[in-house]
């Protein structure tokens, strides 16, 4: 069965510090792994999009990493910000670009 | 460019309404979906469309139809709402090819009583 597992469902971390958030999927075939960036009340946004031959990809203070061989990917968050409380998507798309299989989502809370 | 725009963002209905929830992207993205989001799942594919005058079903299509006369419009109606269909709707445009990010309108929030 295909599915997108994410942990923790919540973080509450400092403000300045360092998270990282899981993804585990069990998608085939495997064609990218996407993360997204959801604040309350808004739709998601694109972080990254990795493919199978990708095993890290970085945008400003996120950074992606894809294991394909264990099938997980995280999202490591540095020095992080008020702005970064939101929840990250993980999604994971299929052989068939139309079939994009979505965890829950982890939601982050970062405080001052 | 607006980029997804969605209306209305808040709607309530009475069981057994119709409506429909208008979406419209200024991109001239090929893709277009409807996504429905619920509290603890991910969120699951609706109706999609790869052109105008093409579309096809998702996870959970029933209850729901699409039309896709034009690039730029793909409204969501549904037929008879049921309190099981109170939900945040997104709807979502990409261009073609697997490696395209989405972009996500900001949803409707309905309320189905």
């Known amino acids: 069965k295909n599915q997108v597992e994410q942990s923790p469902q919540s973080l509450i971390i400092l403000e300045g510090k360092n998270c990282t958030l899981q993804c585990n999927y069990t998608v085939s075939p495997f064609s990218n792994l996407r993360w997204y960036k959801q604040d309350t009340g808004r739709g998601p946004v694109s972080l990254t999009i990795m493919t199978f031959s990708e095993n890290t990809k970085s945008n400003g203070r996120y950074t992606a990493t894809l294991d394909a061989d264990t099938k997980q990917s995280s999202l490591h968050i540095t020095a992080s910000q008020l702005s970064d409380s939101a929840s990250y998507i993980c999604?994971?798309?299929?052989?068939?670009?139309?079939?994009?299989?979505f965890g829950s989502g982890t939601k982050l809370n970062v405080k001052p | 460019n607006a980029g997804v725009t969605q209306t209305p963002k808040f709607q309530v209905l009475k069981t057994g309404q119709s409506m429909t929830l208008q979406c419209a992207q200024d991109?001239?993205?090929?893709?277009m979906s409807w996504y429905r989001q619920d509290p603890g799942m991910g969120l699951r594919l609706i109706h999609y469309s790869v052109g105008a005058g093409i579309t096809d079903q998702g996870e959970v299509p029933n209850g729901y139809n699409v039309s896709r006369s034009t690039t730029e419009d793909f409204p969501l109606r549904l037929l008879s709402a049921a309190p099981s269909q109170t939900s945040v709707y997104f709807c979502?445009?990409?261009?073609?090819?697997?490696?395209?990010?989405?972009?996500f309108g900001d949803g409707t929030r309905l309320s189905i009583l």
């Open positions: 999604v994971v798309s299929a052989g068939n670009f139309n079939k994009f299989y």
């Open positions: 979502a445009s990409r261009q073609g090819g697997s490696n395209q990010p989405q972009h």
């Open positions: 991109m001239n993205h090929e893709y």
